[in-house]
């Protein structure tokens, strides 16, 4: 994952009312993001988001 990558990702959590959590590209090859342990504002979240950092599920 790249820094530019990174930052929109940190972004779109930010939208979405969480900060934090562990952020990685998926390996299965989806095109997908994966933020693990998100905090927000109700409660914690796993989150995938794809590459345009809109939430894929």
């Known amino acids: 994952m790249t820094p530019g990558e990174a930052e929109k990702i940190k ?3 930010e939208v979405l009312g969480c900060t934090d959590g562990k952020m990685e590209e998926e ?3 989806s095109g997908c993001f994966e ?3 998100a905090k927000c ?3 914690q ?3 995938k ?3 345009t950092s809109r ?3």
Do not use: I, N
């Open 35 to 37: 933020v693990d342990d």
């Open 45 to 47: 979240y796993d989150s």
């Open 55 to 57: 939430r894929s599920r």
């Open 41 to 43: 504002k109700d409660g």
């Open 11 to 13: 972004v779109a959590l």
């Open 49 to 51: 988001l794809d590459k």
């Open 27 to 29: 390996t299965e090859g």
